[in-house]
C-alpha cells in the first residue's frame, strides 16, 4: 500500500510510541544483530541501535524507508517483502512493532523467513494487532459503507487470536516464551478528526474504491458511528488490542543416531538415577 509517510510520524505517532515496552522485551545486548522486521521510518530501529545492538531495518515501502534513512543516517534500511527476505548470516534476534498485522499474505510465510534469518536460539519479539483490534471503527467502516450501498469494504489487516498466532510460531520452529493478549486503548492525539482520520490513514485502499463524492459523507458518518464508543470529551480513543509475543527459534534437529550395536548396558543403566 502507499503509506502517506509525511503524515505517518507526525499524525500517527502513538504507533510508535507504543513501541516502548517492547525493546525492554527483546532485551537488545551490545552487539548483537537485530532485524527490525517493517521497519517503517525506522523509530523502533533506532530503539534498539541506542542499547548497542547493530540493527538492520527491513520494509517493503522505499517511501518509509528513505525517511527513516534520512531521520537516522547511522542506521542500515533495507527495502523487502517479509514474505520472501532472505540473509546471508544469521541474526541474534527479529523484532517487530505494529506491522505483522499488515503482512497478510502468508503469515506462515513471514514466520518462516524468520526462522531461516535466525541462528538457533535466536529471539523473534513482536506486536501486532490481535484478534478485536479496532473493532469499533472497523464496524463502524462496514455499517457506512453498507448505508452508501458500497457493500464490503476491503480490510487489509490480519488480527490473529493468540491460540492462532502460538500454533503458528510452534509449527514453524520457535519455542513461544510469553503471549499476551490485551487491550491497549490508545488516545489518536494527532488524528483530531477521529475515526475518519484512522480510516484514511490506515485504510486508504478501500477509500480508493469508493465514488470520490462519497469520500467526505462517507468519512462523516463513520464519525457518528464511532463517536458513541470511542470518543470522550478529552478525545478519540482507538480501541487496540494488542498480540505481544517472545519466541525463540528451537535448536536445529540433531542427525539421525549412526547404527551400530546396542549399548552395552554400563553400571549406571537400568537404575534409578535419583533425580
Ligand atoms: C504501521 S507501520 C509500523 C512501522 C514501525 N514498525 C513502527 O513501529 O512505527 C507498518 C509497516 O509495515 C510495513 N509493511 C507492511 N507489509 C510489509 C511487508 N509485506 N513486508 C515488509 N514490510 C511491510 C509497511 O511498509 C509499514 O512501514
Known amino acids: 500500500m502507499n503509506w502517506a509517510v509525511t503524515t505517518y510520524d507526525s499524525a500517527f505517532g502513538y504507533v510508535s510510541a507504543h513501541g516502548a515496552p517492547l525493546v525492554d522485551l527483546l ?5 548483537e544483530r537485530i532485524i527490525d522486521l517493517g521497519c517503517g521510518t525506522g523509530t523502533f530501529a533506532a530503539e534498539i541501535a541506542e542499547r548497542g545492538a547493530e540493527v538492520l531495518g527491513i520494509d517493503g515501502s522505499p517511501e518509509m524507508l528513505a525517511q527513516a534513512a534520512a531521520q537516522h543516517p547511522g542506521l542500515s534500511f533495507v527495502v523487502g517483502d517479509a514474505h520472501d527476505f532472505t540473509t546471508t548470516d544469521p541474526f541474534d534476534a527479529v523484532a517487530s512493532n505494529a506491522a505483522l498485522h499488515w503482512m497478510t499474505r502468508d503469515p506462515d510465510a513471514v514466520i518462516a523467513r524468520v526462522h ?3 541462528r538457533p536460539g535466536g529471539r523473534f519479539v513482536g506486536e501486532l494487532g490481535g484478534a478485536g483490534n479496532c473493532a469499533e471503527l472497523i464496524v463502524a467502516m462496514q455499517t457506512a459503507w453498507r448505508v452508501f450501498g458500497l457493500g464490503e469494504p476491503e480490510l487489509p ?3 490473529p487470536s493468540p491460540a492462532e498466532y502460538a500454533k503458528r510460531l510452534e509449527d ?7 503471549l499476551e493478549h490485551a487491550d491497549r486503548p490508545s488516545r489518536m492525539t494527532e488524528g483530531p478528526n477521529g475515526a475518519a482520520d484512522w480510516v484514511s490513514a490506515y485504510a ?3 477509500l480508493a474504491d469508493v465514488p470520490p463524492e462519497l469520500v467526505e459523507p462517507l468519512l462523516a458518518r463513520i464519525n457518528d458511528l464511532a463517536a458513541p464508543a470511542l470518543r470522550r470529551e478529552s ?8 498480540l505481544r509475543f517472545a519466541a525463540v527459534r528451537k535448536p536445529d534437529r540433531a542427525g539421525p543416531m549412526p547404527d551400530g550395536p546396542p549399548l552395552a548396558g554400563g553400571p549406571g543403566l537400568g537404575t534409578d538415577p535419583g533425580l
Open 172 to 178: 514453524g520452529g520457535f519455542t513461544l516464551r510469553l
Open 235 to 242: 478525545g478519540w480513543v482507538a480501541d487496540y488490542v494488542r
Open 204 to 206: 486508504p485502499r478501500a
Open 116 to 118: 531461516a534469518a535466525l
Open 157 to 159: 489487516w490480519y488480527f
Open 27 to 31: 532485551d537488545p545486548q551490545p552487539g
